[in-house]
């Protein structure tokens, strides 16, 4: 028997036994799907949480549904944060929907040296991601959604404190020697892991050394020279790879 449809939805919508899905997914479920009253769904909080509910009634802008089942899944560790370098065209459209699928946790956006794109639009472009994110991880079975952090300067990124303990931070970078499978098993006990990748033209040696001094590895990827939007690709699925 085919597992039912699966959306997210946020824990408010969550009333004693009751799910009031709203927004874009009412008419996806009403309309493309052509679901009605009777009808099973799975729905996610994004926190982990899934629910197996029934079609209790169908409007125009809200589908209720009844809780029948209830269960948890655990978020795998660690915790991937991605700090990509912001690439040029749609390049990081591609970043955020594959990144979700791989397991990233947190998507921070890293205006750099290098970075060549023109800053506009920020909360229109987060929105837009956070969007891929969703329905990336409803695609890929995902228990949680991944967030879209604001745009920050490299700089800036630096200098904030990771207060998690058991953390790894990762600079893939091109002059560097260390086989990143090498750093990845000489900590197998990691939380969380913090990954550096660069736009087009990758990270100047300066910021290199910045982000050395607040105890990034440099580590390769391998032989080749990586696109951005490859890098980042390459370098989750090592780690999924090593971990998971």
């Known amino acids: 028997m085919p597992r039912p449809p699966r959306f997210f939805i946020s824990p408010e919508q969550v009333i004693d036994q009751r799910i009031h899905i709203t927004g ?13 009253t009777g009808d099973e769904l799975l729905l996610c909080d994004g926190k982990g949480t899934e629910y197996t509910v029934k079609i209790a009634q169908v409007g125009r802008t809200e589908i209720a549904a009844g809780i029948m089942n209830q269960s948890k899944r655990a978020v795998r560790f660690p915790l991937i944060t991605l700090g ?7 390049k990081m459209d591609w970043i955020v929907q ?4 791989l397991g990233v946790s947190h998507i ?6 290098r970075t060549i794109v023109k800053i506009k639009d920020e909360e229109k472009r987060i929105a837009r991601w956070q969007k891929i994110s969703r329905e990336a991880a409803m695609q890929s079975n995902r228990p949680d959604i991944p967030s ?5 300067l490299f700089k800036d990124f630096l200098r904030t404190p990771n207060s998690e303990l058991r953390t790894l931070n990762l600079l893939p970078w091109e002059e560097g020697i260390e086989p990143i499978k ?5 900590h197998p006990d990691v939380k969380s892991i913090v990954v550096l990748v660069g736009p087009e033209g990758g990270f100047s040696r300066t910021e290199a050394a910045h982000a050395r001094d607040k105890g990034f590895h440099e580590v390769s990827l391998g032989p080749n020279i990586l696109r951005t939007e490859t890098a980042a690709i390459a370098v989750l699925g090592m780690i999924g790879y090593e971990y998971y």
């Open 98 to 101: 594959k990144a979700t699928e």
């Open 182 to 186: 090498n750093v990845l098993r000489q």
């Open 108 to 113: 921070i956006p890293l205006v750099t040296e």
């Open 84 to 90: 990509q370098g912001l690439p040029k065209s749609d």
């Open 148 to 152: 879209i952090g604001h745009f920050v």
């Open 24 to 36: 874009e997914d009412v008419r996806h479920i009403a309309t493309v799907l052509r679901m009605k």
